[in-house]
């Protein structure tokens, strides 16, 4: 990511992308074999933050904390302090985890203008707007951005910049809808009372509509964007 940015500098603005308050401590090992093995994530969330845990082939699962504030001391000791009470499946993973395990990710953003270029040049990914990854949307949109870009580029050839504009536009007006998600951390914060109530209430088929609505929304592909 830090080098994504740095590519940026001479295309657009030099801002650095400016970190939040948020860290992503992740890892990947051989623990908790029925859940590695098998086909179904967990994530749980509470006041500490969210813990999330995923099947990843091999007998591997990737498991990730994103805490609040920094940890201090042993971030191993340190996680299993903030997040002991997170039910017996986290804390059979905070004992199989040593700091060697662990690898931070601060969460940054980039502001994302309306021109990611000049001339012939552009961005795509997280050079041109990097994001928290509490969306699960980084790697997303960076391939959305490819599958617009080179769209752009078979329908206008011969006025290239025109195309680059042109798919800038249309992608920085969705991706800033994610981003504004992303930075609002609210997936790692428990739900306000009354969403939990409606959650329970409502249908589980118009909750996946309304999902699907919400990634039609920052999809160019969904929607089929035309150029
Ligand atoms: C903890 C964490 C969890 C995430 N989870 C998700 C998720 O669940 N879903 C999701 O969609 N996204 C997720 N993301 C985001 C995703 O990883 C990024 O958005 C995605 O990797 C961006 O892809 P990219 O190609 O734009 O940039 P990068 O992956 O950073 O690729 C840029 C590449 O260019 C190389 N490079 C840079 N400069 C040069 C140079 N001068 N010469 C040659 N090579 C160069 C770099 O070494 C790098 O390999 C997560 C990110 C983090 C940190």
């Known amino acids: 990511m830090t080098l994504a940015c740095r590519r940026r500098a001479p295309v657009l603005d030099p801002a650095p992308a400016t970190a939040n308050e948020w860290t992503t401590w992740q890892g990947l090992s051989s623990v908790l074999p029925e859940l590695a ?10 006041t500490a933050g969210l813990v999330g845990l995923l099947p990843s082939g091999d ?33 059979q993973l905070l004992e199989n985890i040593r700091d060697e395990d662990l690898e931070s990710f601060r969460h940054v953003t980039h502001h994302v203008p309306d021109q990611w270029g ?14 928290p990854p509490t969306q699960a949307q980084g790697a997303n949109q960076a391939l959305e951005d490819a599958w617009l870009l080179s769209r752009a580029l078979r329908v206008a050839p011969a006025d290239v910049p025109r195309a680059l504009r ?4 249309l992608r920085a007006r969705r991706v ?18 009354p969403v939990r109530v409606l959650a329970r209430i409502i249908p589980p088929r118009l909750v996946g509509e309304a999902y699907v609505a919400q990634l039609r929304g920052v999809s160019s592909i969904l929607d089929y964007e035309t150029v």
């Open 37 to 46: 093995t098998g086909t179904t994530g967990v994530c749980v969330v509470g």
């Open 59 to 91: 007998g591997l699962l990737m498991w990730w904390f994103d805490v609040h504030q920094p940890l201090e001391g042993s971030p191993a000791a340190a996680l299993a302090e903030r997040f002991a009470g997170y039910g017996a499946l986290v804390e």
């Open 118 to 131: 000049h001339g012939g040049a552009t961005l795509l990914g997280d050079a041109a707007h990097a994001f």
């Open 166 to 169: 042109r798919y800038e536009a």
């Open 176 to 193: 800033r809808r994610v981003s504004r998600r992303a930075v609002s951390e609210r997936t790692n914060k428990p739900l306000p009372a």
